[in-house]
């Protein structure tokens, strides 16, 4: 058989499967072909909720499917978080914030999913400081004041928590090893009940999220740092932790996107393209920045990197402050 009839032969045979491979290709669903479902592992209300709130009607219309967010609330947000790592449906993602991503791990001897392994990162979406408030009628007119009136008096100034582990928490630890004082705790059921107390009088710190502006603006808490390295554009009055006159340490309030491990990149892609697009608006950014957040534009390589250097610094606190809960 001469070298043509082979090839010919072989085109023959092939030619089925060529045949066939544009039907294939037609048989293929476009990407979503259905509802998408956004998970927050928080109650409604909450600044996650907002931001993925805020970000639907836009992904809807760049996806062309509807775009529905679902609170699963519980167990530091470890509820709802696997569900999104045992989600099969191509079409369940995770808009979720640092506790179940790199703190809960630290915390929790068995969380129902591995955060490094069981997810894809999409990209981190909006990020902010802590607000370090002190009641108005308190004497502290700066974080230095505070932390040399602990020092005078250890175990006697006391600080409001909203729950074991939060990054409120942990970064109040941080705070308190770093300028080498010692306060006294005391642990509220949430947020608001935590800065009442603060604009009450009965703590003389809570390390708020930004909305926290709020009560300061109003004349009822006084701001006294915000825990990014640099001063927060939304805030450009309030000093940092270190030009407060307290060590220098820094803290973030992030929230992320992210898939079930396995997503495939290009959805990936659409995903974060049309989220980032949606918090870019002028809008968006208007209503972020009265929350006290900035919209980020993280690559998944980039979020990837920020998380792993987030899980180290926090185990560290973790570790030093013997803290636990399940």
Do not use: C
């Amino acid at each position: 058989m001469t070298r043509f009839a082979m090839h010919r032969r072989a085109l023959l045979a092939a030619a089925p499967a060529l045949l066939a491979a544009p039907a294939a290709l037609r048989a293929q669903p476009a990407w979503p072909d259905r509802p998408i479902r956004v998970i927050v592992p928080f109650g409604a209300g909450g600044p996650t909720d907002i931001v993925a709130r805020m970000a639907v009607d836009h992904v809807s219309q760049a996806l062309g499917q509807p775009v529905v967010v679902e609170n699963r609330a519980g167990a530091g947000g470890n509820i709802g978080t696997r569900a999104v790592a045992e989600a099969t449906d191509g079409h369940t993602f995770l808009l979720n914030a640092s506790g179940p991503m790199v703190i809960n791990q630290w915390l929790y001897q068995n969380m129902g999913f591995d955060p490094e392994r069981s997810f894809a990162a999409i990209a981190r979406l909006t990020t902010g400081p802590l607000l370090g408030i002190t009641g108005a009628q308190q004497p502290y007119n700066s974080l230095g004041d505070l932390i040399a009136d602990a020092r005078r008096r250890p175990g006697q100034v006391n600080y409001g928590i909203a729950g074991y582990g939060t990054v409120p928490h942990l970064a109040t630890e941080l705070l308190a090893r770093a300028a080498g004082i010692e306060m006294l705790q005391v642990v509220y059921r949430d947020t608001p009940a935590a800065r009442n107390a603060v604009i009450a009088g009965e703590v003389a710190l809570f390390f708020d999220s930004p909305a926290a502006i709020g009560v300061v603006r109003g004349g009822r808490a006084k701001a006294l740092a915000v825990t990014t390295p640099e001063r927060f554009p939304p805030f450009p009055d309030i000093p940092t932790v270190r030009e407060a006159g307290g060590p220098d340490i820094s803290a973030e309030a992030w929230y992320g996107l992210f898939a079930p491990a396995g997503t495939p990149p290009e959805r990936i892609a659409r995903l974060r393209e049309a989220f980032q697009a949606a918090l870019a608006t002028p809008q968006a950014t208007e209503r972020l920045a009265g929350l006290g957040f900035i919209a980020v534009r993280d690559t998944p390589e980039e979020f990837l990197r920020f998380m792993a250097a987030e899980r180290a610094r926090w185990g560290e606190v973790i570790r030093a402050a013997n803290i636990r809960l399940g």
